[in-house]
T-cell receptor, first 116, second 109 residues
Framework: ETGVTQSPTHLIKTRGQQVTLRCSSQSGHNTVSWYQQALGQGPQFIFQYYREEENGRGNFPPRFSGLQFPNYSSELNVNALELDDSALYLC???????????????FGEGSWLTVV | TQLLEQSPQFLSIQEGENLTVYCNSSSVFSSLQWYRQEPGEGPVLLVTVVTGGEVKKLKRLTFQFGDARKDSSLHITAAQPGDTGLYLCATRDFNKFYFGSGTKLNVKP
């Protein structure tokens, strides 16, 4: 049990639609990151939020966007869904900083998105 | 190009066998993490290694960080079916975290 919770756990969307995924971070963790994990692959970094601002981004197009709220919870929004967006979306939280604790991230169980 | 290369991609062994999986890169890391992920769940942290040459043990799992901090290995002694899962190595580059593609381990009873 990591203390990171995600919702919904599973959802099905149609190509072209928009989706919002939600994440509550572990208590005391002010940094949240999102990952996309295709079947059989490792997680790919989408972006990171700290103090309600995006401060790191992977190679994902602008239709992937996010928010972080004052309580450190977060949302991932994906517009104009494509079939290739079908994946497990993982949220992770960590304390800020560069020490060992800041380098260790704790994952939620993920949201399975299927685009048809 | 993958920052972290993991090998082998797949491993299927009998209960009781030993195994080693590898995580390699051309880059130097300040730290490296190992995670295990079971089907339908998020990755769970196993260990963080920080110092070159460091060895950490977690029951039957032994983790080693290379002297030059460019590679790491995970050795499992007397594997059990409960060890089945996807083993991932990961590292941080400023505000981005990178994962390898993982080693999928299946331990047969």
């Amino acid at each position: 049990e990591t203390g990171v919770t995600q919702s919904p756990t599973h959802l099905i969307k149609t190509r072209g639609q928009q989706v919002t995924l939600r994440c509550s971070s572990q208590s005391g963790h002010n940094t949240v990151s999102w990952y996309q994990q295709a079947l059989g692959q490792g997680p790919q970094f989408i972006f990171q939020y700290y103090r309600e601002e995006e401060n790191g981004r992977g190679n994902f197009p602008p239709r992937f966007s996010g928010l972080q709220f004052p309580n450190y919870s977060s949302e991932l929004n994906v517009n104009a869904l494509e079939l290739d967006d079908s994946a497990l979306y993982l949220c992770a939280s960590r304390p800020s900083g560069t020490g060992v604790s800041g380098n260790t991230i704790y994952f939620g169980e993920g949201s399975w998105l299927t685009v048809v | 190009t993958q920052l972290l290369e993991q090998s082998p991609q797949f491993l299927s062994i009998q209960e009781g066998e030993n195994l080693t999986v590898y995580c390699n890169s051309s880059s130097v890391f300040s730290s490296l993490q190992w995670y295990r992920q079971e089907p339908g769940e998020g990755p769970v942290l196993l260990v963080t290694v920080v110092t070159g040459g460091e060895v950490k043990k977690l029951k039957r799992l032994t983790f080693q960080f290379g002297d030059a901090r460019k590679d790491s290995s995970l050795h499992i002694t007397a594997a059990q079916p409960g060890d089945t899962g996807l083993y991932l190595c990961a590292t941080r580059d400023f505000n981005k975290f990178y994962f390898g593609s993982g080693t999928k381990l299946n331990v047969k009873p």
